[in-house]
T-cell receptor
């Protein structure tokens, strides 16, 4: 298995532009997580899905952020409009079975820079 | 909700010495405690985990201990090597809850001095 796949790996955009990050989880994994990592705030859980259904989006910073999972093999995290403070590394992770006690497998991350 | 605190935030040890990272959690329902290692520029990866039915688990040079009464758990790395340099995250969750999310600590940046 190729593991969790994320694209793009790097994204540089200007403030106000729309940004879409993509994730393909490991086949057969029922849970998908989106994290944001910054030096100041560490690793933050933004939202997670179980069987394509959003379970907890309490970590989504504001209405500018939205996430979808149209099917078991694809998810997107969208920022519209983007702001410089959104600059971070965004990780997608997936896990099998019960989300609470299973290993999370992280993707390589998308490094986002908003100018 | 669960809150996980991790200390220290940075740790520097001489190669060959031991390193200890400590975490505390707040939710007594938490029963699964994984540790993730993130090398510079890489993704976090699970290195070891412990469940609440055991007090200690060891895997070669790495060991984790859990004190449920005090709600704290620790990562111990013995005979440290340069490749141990990384950021380490502790985490806690309830493995029996399908709605439980893993809460990560703030991370410890471990540096191994040659």
């Amino acid at each position: 298995d190729a593991g969790v796949i994320q694209s793009p790996r790097h994204e540089v955009t200007e403030m106000g532009q729309e940004v879409t990050l993509r994730c393909k989880p490991i086949s057969g994994h029922d849970y998908l997580f989106w994290y944001r990592q910054t030096m100041m705030r560490g690793l933050e859980l933004l939202i997670y899905f179980n069987n394509n259904v959003p379970i907890d989006d309490s970590g989504m910073p504001e209405d500018r952020f939205s996430a979808k999972m149209p099917n078991a093999s694809f998810s997107t995290l969208k920022i519209q409009p983007s702001e410089p403070r959104d600059s971070a590394v965004y990780f997608c992770a997936s896990s099998p079975g019960q989300g609470g006690g299973e290993t999370q497998y992280f993707g390589p991350g998308t490094r986002l820079l908003v100018l | 909700g669960e809150n996980v605190e991790q200390h220290p935030s940075t740790l520097s040890v001489q190669e060959g010495d031991s390193a200890v990272i400590k975490c505390t959690y707040s939710d007594s329902a938490s029963n699964y405690f994984p540790w993730y290692k993130q090398e510079l520029g890489k993704r976090p990866q699970l290195i070891i985990d412990i469940r609440s039915n055991v007090g200690e688990k060891k895997d070669q040079r790495i060991a984790v201990t859990l004190n449920k009464t005090a709600k704290h758990f620790s990562l111990h790395i013995t005979e440290t090597q340069p490749e141990d340099s990384a950021v380490y995250f502790c985490a806690a969750s309830n493995e029996y809850s399908s709605a439980s999310k893993i809460i990560f600590g703030s991370g410890t940046r471990l540096s191994i001095r040659p």
